[in-house]
């Protein structure tokens, strides 16, 4: 079992910026993806980005590809997502979550931790 620990989120006003973080403990080494994934008010759970943990491959969903960068420091089982020129639309529970192949399907994800808010104002 992978725990993850969201934190970093809160409110912004538009055209601001927040880094999540997301920490992994427990059996990491079963896990080669970390996603990021949002969920909005009255929406359903959408992906957002992904990354293998040595970095070399990164996918983003088209509306924040741009402006959201998703890292990872493997050697800290952390992974971020740096959040840029955000609008009232990326408002959402952001989770991180983890997966044994690279994939966009929540499905696939077999970890998710309880999610951080972030909220843009306009």
């Known amino acids: 079992q992978v725990q993850l620990v969201e934190s970093g989120g809160g409110l912004v006003q538009a055209g601001g910026s927040l880094r999540l973080s997301c920490v992994a403990s427990?059996?990491?080494?079963?896990?080669?993806?970390m996603g990021w994934f949002r969920q909005a008010p009255g929406k359903e759970r959408e992906f957002v980005a992904r990354?293998?943990?040595?970095?070399?491959?990164?996918y983003y969903a088209n509306s924040v590809k741009g402006r959201f960068t998703i890292s990872a420091d493997n050697g800290k089982n952390r992974v971020f997502l740096q959040m840029n020129s955000l609008i009232p639309e990326d408002t959402a529970v952001y989770y991180c979550a983890s997966s044994s192949g690279p994939t966009t399907i929540q499905g696939a994800y077999s970890n998710w931790g309880r999610g951080t808010q972030v909220t843009v104002s306009s």
């Open positions: 427990g059996r990491t080494f079963s896990t080669s993806i």
């Open positions: 990354i293998s943990w040595s970095g070399a491959s990164t």
